[in-house]
């Protein structure tokens, strides 16, 4: 799948993959050194100095960064889900379950149709297109979220709502998107699972078979994954070096290949997996020296997985910014970002008020500014263009191109905003100022 409507595609080499790892390497550090001496975001940063190397200087060829980030974006994400699940605290998803969950799903849906009204009645196009977008750019960006908050640390249970919702409403955007392209191209092959089920139950029914299927399937999978993990730690001596290294990646990208293959959420799956290693001590009791070195080897183990999310993290955006079409973008530039605009400070705290609505105000305004959108928009963003191309659909294929070019603004703008303005809200909205002021006069310097 093409997220950016790249041409042109060298054939790879041993030294043309040298030079393109050299180059994003040097991006990557040259962002974290900015980042660093001016006290910025650096996602944002890995974006934009990927624009620079890619269609602004020419770098690096488009094309090929365009196939790069569609395996990059996998493999990343995979591993930024799998190390997010075994730092997340079981007592406060449990805490914020209710939260997380109508998050998940009802704020994702208000979400997925007050954007796609207005995509539609901006572009005056049929609803269901709208709808079609509203579903492709729905899934807040786990991608984006978590070294972000490594880098703005806020409030354990903010955090958690946030970085968990965005985690556990990637599958559901998709499946909104499964259900929308359903509704406008029933011969898809995409569509055909979701299309089998309807035959029997009818559309509607069938999208919410489809979820829950996704969801309880990628749920046990992963607690499975899970118990079969800490039985391995428990009964094999692999907590040093390299025998932990291999673990992990065994356990991530195995249980991500197993929940793809029974039509589940692989990335939902290495999540809870995550999450069963990362809190062993509440679900398993054991002696002290058994817990003692499973704990060894899951530190070990995050501390490994940890750095190589940090690399997957600089090639993700700094590749997608590398694969940018700017004669995509430019088109309808003033458009997305509107429609970013509005997503960001209408559709979101509008989906989001009656859920957190008995929160404090300032908490409540905080969670519904941050959900930058990344990682899944860009990779669905192609979707209704290829189909139209697929089925010969000239409306569709008109369609697309606006969804493609709108999706990508959407993607740099909510990207941009919402990590360059989280140490002003968390400043303002978290009272994190006068915190971190009383720990400067006790002689103590918080991490930025």
């Not at 090929?64 to 974006?73: D, I, K, Q, S």
């Not at 075994?86 to 704020?107: A, V």
């Not at 941050?370 to 963003?381: Q, T």
């Amino acid at each position: 799948m093409s997220v950016t409507g790249a041409s042109n595609v060298l054939v790879p080499t041993v030294d043309l993959m040298v030079y393109v790892f050299f180059v994003v390497l040097a991006v990557g550090l040259v962002s974290l050194l900015v980042s660093k001496r001016f006290n910025v975001s650096y996602i944002p940063l890995f974006m934009f100095l990927g624009i620079l190397v890619g269609p602004v200087l020419g770098l690096l060829n488009r094309g090929l960064a365009n196939e790069l980030f569609n395996y990059v974006r996998v493999f990343g994400l995979v591993m930024i889900l799998f190390t997010e699940g075994h730092t997340l605290s079981w007592k406060m998803l449990k805490r914020n379950s209710k939260t997380i969950l109508t998050l998940d799903t009802l704020g994702l849906l208000i979400t997925a149709l007050i954007i796609g009204g207005i995509f539609s009645w901006l572009f005056h196009v049929p609803f269901i297109v709208g709808f079609l977008f509203g579903a492709i750019v729905a899934a807040t960006d786990p991608a984006t979220l978590i070294p972000l908050f490594r880098q703005y640390r806020v409030r354990e249970d903010i955090e958690t709502i946030i970085v968990t919702e965005s985690i556990f409403n990637d599958p559901l955007g998709i499946v909104l998107t499964s259900v929308a392209v359903a509704m406008l191209v029933p011969e898809a092959s995409s569509a055909r699972f979701l299309e089998t089920i309807a035959g029997y139950i009818g559309l509607y029914p069938a999208a919410v078979v489809f979820f829950l299927y996704q969801m309880g399937a990628s749920i046990l999978i992963g607690i499975v994954l899970g118990v079969v993990g800490y039985g391995i730690l428990k009964r094999t001596e692999v907590e040093d070096f390299p025998e932990i290294v291999i673990f992990s990646l065994v356990m991530a990208f195995g249980g991500f290949l197993l929940g793809e293959l029974v039509q589940a959420s692989g990335y939902l799956v290495v999540t809870v997996t995550g999450i069963v290693l990362g809190n062993h001590k509440v679900f398993f009791r054991d002696d002290i020296p058994v817990v003692k070195r499973v704990m060894r080897a899951v530190e070990r183990e995050v501390h490994f997985n940890e750095s190589l999310s940090a690399i997957f993290t600089i090639f993700i955006f700094t590749l997608l910014g590398a694969s940018l079409n700017p004669e995509i973008i430019k088109g309808h530039i003033v458009q997305g970002v509107i429609i970013a605009f509005v997503l960001m400070l209408v559709a979101r705290p509008m989906a989001s008020l009656p859920i957190l609505k008995w929160r404090p105000f300032k908490e409540y305004l905080f969670i519904s500014l941050e959900g930058p959108r990344g990682v899944v928009p860009a990779a669905l963003a192609s979707l209704p263009l290829t189909l139209g191309i697929t089925y010969n659909n000239p409306d569709l294929i008109q369609w697309g191109e606006i969804i493609l070019s709108v999706t990508i603004i959407t993607v740099l703008v909510t990207v941009l905003v919402e990590t360059l303005w989280v140490p002003v809200l968390r400043r303002e909205l978290l009272e994190v100022r006068s915190i971190e002021r009383e720990m400067k006069r006790a002689g103590y310097k918080p991490p930025s």
